[in-house]
Each structure stands twice: as structure tokens, then as C-alpha cells.
């Protein structure tokens, strides 16, 4: 079983990204492919998934993102595709947040989710996702409340804006996301 692999993105599909390692590339299925960038170099956290006539490796940006995928798949009528598709809408604390409050409407939002569907995932994971309201901002999360508060927001529209952002995305991102989010 493989964990983790580091090389060179060579090649971003629709539904999957190409990783060279050691002249090697592998075909990696990944929840979003496009917020990865062709000729960079990074580690992708892997899941393997052996079935009777393939091997298939699933990609992630972050071990979160990999153990919230892991945790969604075990639910029962949530195969790797609707995972996919769920952490490809959305943000792994905004995913983890709404699985935690029993929000089963946001869930419904996801391509393939229902009612049935979304009431198994909060009855499966609830109480399993680790979600610690009191664990440090992440430096990203910390200069994006610095920018927005030199830009001349109160703290009540930064907390709103923040929301919903993911903390594994680089800083301008964010920045962009939650500039987004105040017009909402």
C-alpha cells in the first residue's frame, strides 16, 4: 500500500493528474486535478484501491484531505467517485464542520448525495472527524485575517468571510476566496 508519493506533475486531465517518480508516471485520480499545476514538484498523499482487474490510486493535497476521503468511502453507498466528487466541492473544515452539526442539506449539495445518502454519512462520521474548534490558525488562515483587516474589515465580516476557506491552500488564494466571500 502506498502512502505518499513525490515527483513532478507532468500531465492534469479532466479527472486525474500524472506524477513522474523516478522516470516512472503515475496516473493519480484526484478530487479536484486543476488545483494542481503542471512542472511542479510536491508530495500527493495516496490511497490504493485493488480491485479484481485494476489498480487504482487516488491523489490528495493534503492527509486530511486522504483521511476524510478514507472516512467517506466507508459509509455505506458512498463509493470513491461520490468521495470525489464531495471533496472536490468542498473544503475539507467545511465538510468536517457540516458532518459534525448533522447539516445534511449542505451535504445534499454534492453531485450524487441525497437524503438518504447524506443522513448515512452524518450518522456514520459523526464523532469520528477530527474537528478541534480550539487548534491554531494556520499561518495562511493568520495572513489572510491580517490582509483583510489592513483592507478595513471588522472582525465579525473576517470571521464570516473565513468560513468556509480551506487551510491547505496557499495564502493569495484564500485571500481571493474570502474577498469572494464578502460579497455573498
Do not use: C
Not at 517518480?21 to 486535478?33: D, E, S, V
Not at 472516512?71 to 468536517?96: H, M
Not at 489572510?144 to 491552500?169: C, Q, W
Request: charged letters at 30%; a positive charge; glycine letters at 6%.
Amino acid at each position: 500500500m502506498y502512502s505518499y508519493i513525490k515527483g513532478t506533475i507532468t500531465e492534469i486531465k479532466a479527472a486525474s493528474i500524472t506524477v513522474e517518480n523516478h522516470g516512472i508516471g503515475y496516473k493519480i485520480i484526484t478530487p479536484n486535478p486543476f488545483k494542481f499545476q503542471k512542472n511542479e514538484e510536491m508530495t500527493i498523499y495516496l490511497y490504493q484501491r485493488v480491485m479484481d482487474d485494476k489498480i487504482i490510486l487516488y491523489g490528495f493535497k493534503s492527509r486530511r484531505e486522504k483521511d476524510l476521503f478514507i472516512k467517506l468511502i466507508s459509509v455505506s453507498g458512498i463509493g470513491p467517485k461520490s468521495a470525489n466528487a464531495i471533496l472536490a466541492s468542498g473544503s475539507v473544515d467545511a465538510i468536517s464542520r457540516a458532518i459534525e452539526n448533522g447539516e445534511h442539506k449542505y451535504l445534499q449539495q454534492f453531485p450524487g448525495i441525497g437524503p438518504k445518502a447524506s443522513q448515512q454519512i452524518v450518522l456514520d462520521l459523526k464523532g469520528k472527524i477530527d474537528i478541534d474548534s480550539s487548534k491554531e490558525t494556520s499561518d495562511s488562515l493568520a495572513e489572510v485575517e491580517e490582509a483583510l483587516s489592513a483592507l478595513g474589515y471588522n472582525k465579525r465580516e473576517i470571521r464570516r468571510a473565513m468560513k468556509h476557506l480551506d487551510s491547505e491552500e496557499k495564502t493569495d488564494v484564500l485571500v481571493k476566496q474570502a474577498l469572494k466571500n464578502m460579497l455573498k
